[in-house]
């Protein structure tokens, strides 16, 4: 699952395979929700005659069992996401499950379907192996068989519900994948999955007050209903985030960087070996809009940007030279001036740069960046950089 608010946030754990693990504040409730449950209605008294101490020791191993098998589900993601040469910046488990932050979007509905369907597949796997083992390799009656076969079907109910066909769930970018070979077009597959996934928040935030209700009527409160209509409320805030990225993608793919970029004077012209302090005596006084094109001997070898001197600590912004802190030319692939905003924005943020240079046949023509689309969209520049910040 991939939910963009939570992202990125909480408590760094360690990393897997180079990829860091998150906890975010509103795992630690459900965790201690999930040990809650079965120590005291997954593991009855009367079962092997287990007193309260071991039922809460089983408790504890099962929730942190279940939640190793959440992991398991976002590192199958995020490793086929590697597979597609995507960055993957960290995985956060969180209050409903977990998410994989990959810094960007699918290119092709094929990497699409296979980044979301492969989480469910392997909590799939999960579920199947924890139920065997669970039949036919442990005794009947015993607690152990019992905590085994519970993980196995929470496994399969994991994998179930994250196919469900609303976006963000796995199911719903399945959906975007399909829709999106059918058509040919991206922004209406987001659009399609995100509306159904609207109306499948809508559906489970219904079914779950109702059911609220009933079980008030009837003296009868649980969890379930709750919880549903919990996470209802979720995806449908979710889903409505993705109906916005899909019109922001629309308008993006309509506009040209030609149209956008920063031309020469703009970008001033600065040699590599200059110190950064020397080139900007006031940082205050810089604007964001700024763009160097570094050069030595007379031959650009970069790009900088007043962002990047803004974001110096009081040390490297004395210390540091251009070529410190530059882009050099080999590190980036230009953009050309029919390319459009979609694609620049989506570079800006892979290649983690504020500006990338527009070249025609060999020609610097301009560069263009963050602040430059933001203007062409309506929605301003970014904040003002305060340069005190990074001291």
């Known amino acids: 699952m991939r939910f963009g608010m939570f992202g990125g946030q909480g408590i760094k754990v360690g990393r897997i395979l180079g990829i860091p693990i998150r906890l975010d504040l509103s795992f630690f409730f459900v965790f201690a929700l999930v040990v809650f449950l079965i120590a005291t209605?997954?593991?009855?008294?009367?079962?092997?005659?287990?007193?309260?101490?071991?039922?809460?020791?089983?408790?504890?191993?099962?929730?942190a069992v279940y939640f190793?098998?959440?992991?398991?589900?976002?590192?199958?993601?995020?490793?086929?996401?590697?597979?597609?040469?995507?960055?993957?910046?960290?995985?956060?488990?969180?209050?409903?499950?977990g998410v994989s932050l990959i810094r960007?979007?699918?290119?092709?509905?094929?990497?699409?379907?296979?980044?979301?369907?492969?989480?469910?597949?392997?909590?799939?796997?999960?579920?199947?192996?924890?139920?065997?083992?669970a039949l036919f390799a442990l005794s009947d009656g015993t607690a152990l068989r019992n905590i085994?076969?519970?993980?196995?079907?929470?496994?399969c109910i994991l994998a179930a519900f994250n196919m469900?066909?609303?976006?963000?769930?796995?199911?719903?970018?399945?959906?975007?994948?399909?829709?999106?070979?059918?058509?040919?077009?991206?922004?209406?597959?987001?659009?399609?999955?995100a509306r159904l996934g609207q109306l499948l928040g809508a559906a489970m935030i219904v079914y779950g007050i109702g059911g609220l209700l009933t079980e008030i009527a009837f003296f009868d409160m649980g969890f379930n209903s709750l919880w549903?209509?919990?996470?209802?409320?979720?995806?449908?805030t979710q889903a409505a985030q993705g109906v916005k990225a899909a019109e922001l993608e629309r308008d993006l793919a309509s506009l040209r960087v030609g149209e956008l970029m920063l031309e020469p004077p703009v970008a001033r012209t600065a040699e590599a070996d200059l110190l950064v302090r020397v080139l900007a005596p006031s940082r205050a006084q810089l604007d964001q809009q700024d763009v160097f094109i570094v050069a030595e001997g007379g031959i650009a070898v970069g790009i900088a940007s007043a962002v990047q001197i803004l974001l110096l600590d009081e040390e490297r912004y004395q210390?540091?030279?251009?070529?410190?802190?530059?882009?050099?030319?080999?590190?980036?692939?230009?953009l050309q001036p029919d390319s459009g905003?979609?694609?620049?924005?989506?570079?800006?943020?892979?290649?983690?740069?504020?500006v990338l240079p527009v070249v025609e046949r060999g020609r610097l023509l301009g560069v263009v960046g963050l602040e430059q689309i933001l203007k062409a969209l309506g929605q301003g520049p970014p904040p003002r950089l305060d340069p005190s910040a990074g001291a």
């Open 319 to 334: 210390s540091d030279r251009l070529r410190d802190i530059m882009l050099a030319a080999d590190q980036v692939q230009p």
């Open 148 to 155: 085994v076969f519970v993980l196995g079907v929470l496994n």
């Open 41 to 63: 209605q997954i593991m009855p008294d009367a079962m092997d005659g287990l007193g309260g101490a071991e039922r809460w020791l089983y408790g504890l191993v099962g929730g």
């Open 104 to 133: 960007e979007d699918s290119q092709r509905p094929g990497q699409e379907f296979w980044i979301a369907v492969v989480g469910p597949l392997a909590s799939l796997v999960l579920g199947a192996g924890f139920t065997f083992v």
């Open 164 to 193: 469900l066909p609303g976006f963000p769930l796995d199911g719903g970018r399945v959906m975007r994948s399909l829709v999106w070979r059918l058509t040919g077009s991206r922004h209406r597959a987001t659009r399609a999955s």
């Open 228 to 236: 549903l209509a919990l996470i209802g409320f979720l995806l449908m």
């Open 68 to 97: 190793l098998s959440l992991l398991v589900h976002e590192l199958a993601h995020s490793l086929m996401a590697r597979r597609y040469g995507m960055e993957v910046s960290s995985i956060t488990l969180f209050f409903f499950g």
């Open 341 to 354: 905003a979609d694609e620049a924005l989506q570079r800006l943020q892979k290649e983690r740069t504020f």
